[in-house]
């Protein structure tokens, strides 16, 4: 008798388990983005994964959680860098504009102070 208790039991769990699962309500979608930058030719990361150099279009997949809109993925990362210009970085999300644009800015070229002269000699 306890054995068939114990089972009813697992059942109904395992039951309640699959219906609660069932119950989150997830939309998954795929969205294609233009990247560009002036300059042209930076390297683009989408969430620190390098995909391209500018103009590139990239394909992102965003998960939406219906019940709970404040969990899943609804944004991404969009960084770009070059040489001798600042990184910068962009959120995107899944409902902004299929165009992300970066004007880039120039890093200031450090300038190099001279060392002082040193002293006299003294004889």
Do not use: W
Not at 18 to 36: L, N, P, Q
Not at 39 to 59: C, H, M, S
Not at 77 to 103: A, C, I, M, Q
Request: with cysteine; net charge positive.
């Amino acid at each position: 008798m306890k054995l068939k208790h114990i089972v009813t039991f697992g059942l109904v769990a395992a039951f309640a388990v699959a219906v609660t699962a069932a119950c989150v309500s997830k939309k998954r979608f795929t969205k294609e983005f233009s990247i560009s930058s002036n300059p042209p030719g930076a390297q683009v990361l989408v969430d620190g994964a390098p995909v391209g150099n500018t103009p590139t279009n990239v394909r992102m997949e965003f998960e939406l959680n219906l019940d709970y809109p404040d969990q899943g993925l609804i944004r991404h990362e969009v960084t770009v860098k070059k040489e001798g210009y600042l990184t910068e970085t962009k959120s995107v999300y899944h409902n902004d504009p299929p165009r992300v644009h970066f004007e880039m800015e120039k890093k200031e070229k450090e300038k190099k102070i001279p060392a002082p002269a040193p002293p006299p000699r003294q004889p």
